[in-house]
């Protein structure tokens, strides 16, 4: 998602040429009203885990691949990184197709994580230029693309991270879109900078987010908002107080962190971090959440990297 620093990160993903493979199962599109479920049926406050890394490359060149499984019971949302929809009309996960074999494990540990209660979406886009312009510039065919792919796949939804322009109106209609095209329980989350929610900024797109939420609120289920790299903190309540004073509910905005210092500028401390949350969610008894970018680094706080997310989750209560 995503910050400058992903930006940089992702920036390097190449845009290769292999076609996206189609041969998996297509499910029906679905024809539920164009009105999103809140989804805190099975948590008040979500637990957001950015999995990008599905693999980690030794000093001697030698991949490791890294599961998701351990999310299991502690993250409510899983967001596999980044799918892009290129010029060439090629679809791709990072720099590979989604059916390249590299990831046959990912998507059967996807599944099981799914059949375990966690919903799993793609985020869409991010910091490697191209998606946006290319569904602005011919809708029906590079949605198409998406589309297909989160059916193929049977994601649960679709996080929209906009890192270049993309104005409103397409916005709002690459939304209603997904809506109509999947239903009410479908996941659409969006993945703004948080001074973009403040009012302070446009940076993800350019366009304003209070009158996104006034218009097409009702189609969205939530903002993984970026508290880092500059664009926010959560060394205390003061940067999200803002967001809800531009008229934002706290139901619908989660607080995204950065995991490890290595990843960006803006970085906090377990400690603080659980300071933070926890006077938001006594606050806000419908608090968002929190996501972490990403899953792969993260500090764990007395085990792996999915312990950051259980001290995140404990600190909500």
Same mark, same amino acid.
């Not at 980690?56 to 691949?65: I, L, Q, V």
């Not at 900024?201 to 366009?207: K, V």
């Not at 880092?228 to 959560?234: A, E, I, K, P, T």
């Not at 377990?270 to 971090?273: G, I, Q």
């Given at each position: ?9 992702r920036?390097l ?5 292999a ?8 499910l029906g ?6 009105v999103a ?15 990008q890394?599905?693999y ?10 890294v599961?998701?499984?351990p ?16 010029d060439?009309g ?5 720099d590979?197709?989604?059916a ?8 059967r540990?996807v ?18 230029q191209?998606?946006y ?6 809708f ?17 939804g679709?996080?929209i991270?906009?890192e270049?322009? =993309?104005?409103?109106?397409?916005t709002?209609h ?7 095209? =999947? ?9 703004p900078?948080?001074?973009d929610?403040?009012?302070s ?8 987010y ?9 189609q969205i289920s939530?903002?993984?908002?970026q508290f ?7 060394t205390?309540?003061r ?8 008229? =934002? ?8 962190a950065v995991?490890n210092?290595a ?6 401390d377990?400690?603080?971090?659980a ?27 007395g085990?792996?990297p999915e ?6 989750k404990?600190?909500?209560?």
């Open positions: 998602m995503h910050s400058a620093c992903h930006r940089l990160r920036a993903l190449g845009t290769a040429t076609l996206l493979a189609t041969a998996a199962t297509v599109p679905g024809t539920g009203p164009a479920k809140e989804h805190t049926a099975s948590s008040p406050h979500r637990v957001v885990a950015y999995y890394t599905q980690t490359t030794g000093s001697n060149g030698s991949k490791t691949y599961s998701p499984l999310l299991k019971g502690i993250a409510t949302d899983v967001e596999v990184a980044a799918l892009h929809l290129n060439d090629s679809v791709h996960l990072n590979n197709p989604p390249d074999p590299m990831f046959d494990q990912m998507w540990d599944a099981t994580l799914q059949a375990s209660g966690t919903r799993v979406s793609v985020m869409l886009g991010g910091a490697a191209g998606t312009a290319n569904l602005h510039r011919d029906t065919k590079y949605y198409g693309l998406l589309r297909d792919t989160l059916r193929t796949y049977r994601l649960d679709v996080d991270d906009i270049e322009t =993309f104005s409103l109106a397409d709002e690459l939304i209603a879109q997904l809506r109509t095209d =999947f239903g009410p329980d479908f996941v659409i989350s969006l993945a900078v948080a001074s929610l403040s009012g900024t446009n940076f993800s797109g350019g366009f304003d209070a009158t996104l939420e006034q218009q097409a609120g009702n939530w903002y993984n908002a880092y790299c500059g664009w926010g903190s959560l205390g309540t940067d999200y107080d803002a967001i809800m004073n531009n008229g =934002f509910r706290p139901a619908k905005v989660v607080t995204g995991t210092p990843t960006c500028g803006g970085y906090v377990p400690t603080t971090l300071s933070t949350v926890g006077s938001l969610t006594a606050a806000h008894p419908d608090f968002g959440g929190v996501a972490g970018w990403e899953y792969f680094n993260a500090v764990g706080v085990g792996g312990t950051w997310y259980a001290h995140v404990g600190a909500m209560g």
